[in-house]
């Protein structure tokens, strides 16, 4: 490629929610970058992203009224793709047009999590990007978490050389559900919480099961075993509390996603060892806010992160009135008594090593660590998971059966 290293990377972003406003303020803490431009649906949405640029002094930032608009920016090097999962495939293909029919000078495109709600999709994603030439990352966050970076590193360097490698990673992420209505609807989303937050759980593990600097495909996945179940919010009261929140489309009576899954992975690395990966994953958690457990064990050690074990905790009393703490920590549900804080939350969920990454390799022509195929054998691996639970048995991988499968909550109404 020419013209590389570039001095500064320009990041266009789709999407205006949750997860853009998170980017954005994890980008403070990345260096040679400018957010130059915007695309959703509603102006307001996006002068909100432009302001919030301009305050940050990631700016000067443009609001694009259609998605072709930004993608043909002169100011615009890559795109950061933050809609929801069901408008995926749509974005990628416009970019991909755009930029073969030589109206965009984009190079590079990172991607949310989930990369697609199916293998189909994925694989198609990845297509699109390889056939455009893009430069394309996978936005794992928690392959980033600090806490991660810091573990693997030691375990790898002082444990496993002189013991022998990990055979076990556990990963849990927990809370009290969704904050929109699509993440909710099993179509649009591509399934419940094993597709919505499993997705992290089991890149996670399998990033930290893989020796530093080994290939991704370095371990092969042999089986999986998924369970899903309804645990709390198919209960009448709490169904209703979904329709009267969201509406009539989330009708968790008669039309419900699993709030909870469970899923265990058999690999084997290239010696023949065997290793698992045991996930847990639930929208039916109400504690201190959203938890994210992490264990890696092997012959002789033992790692563990719990993201509500915080130095930091405050208290306050009943006479202390006020909104749900969601400032304090993502998800907390309560505002008074011992609260745990999360005192940089950008950087113990992995968002901001996570933009540094992906901006340092676009900029500089490198394939980033987490690209879109590590999404597609994570979209897999979620894949063999629902088809386990849904046939009641273990699922074997290769599984070419898998390859149109569509989870069961998430095939179109009747
Ligand atoms: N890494 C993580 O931990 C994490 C956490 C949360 C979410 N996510 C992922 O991030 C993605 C977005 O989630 P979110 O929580 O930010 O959702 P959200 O709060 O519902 O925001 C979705 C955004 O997409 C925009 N949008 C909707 N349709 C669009 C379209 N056709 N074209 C362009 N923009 C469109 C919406 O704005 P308009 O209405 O103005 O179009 C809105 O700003 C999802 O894939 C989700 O899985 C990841």
Redesign the pocket.
Known sequence: MTGFPRERLRVGF???????EFHLRAMIGVRNVDVTGV????AA?RERICRLAGELGLGPCRSHES?EELVQADDVDAIWI????D?RL??MQVIHGEVTAGRSKVFAVAC???LARTIGEAREMLRLAEDARLNHGY?E?QVFCTPVIRGKEIIWRRAASTTGRPYLARAAEEHSGP??P?FWQGDRQGGGVLS?MMC?SVEVARHLLTAPDAPRNSLRVKSVNGTVANLKWTRPHYADQLRQRFGNEVDYGNRPSEDFARGNILLEDEEGNELVIEATTSWAYVGAGLRIQLELLGPEYAMEFNSLNTGLKIFMSRAVTGAEGEDLVEKQNAEQGLMPVLDDEAGV?GYTDENRHMVECFRTARRPLENFEDGVAVVEMLMGLYRSAEIGQTVTFPAPELDDYVPLVARPRR
Do not use: C, Q
Request: no cysteine.
């Open positions: 789709v999407g205006t929610g949750f997860i853009a695309y959703s649906r509603s949405n998605l933050l809609s929801p999962n408008t749509g974005v949310e999590k989930p936005l966050n904050h929109e699509w919505d992290h969920y």
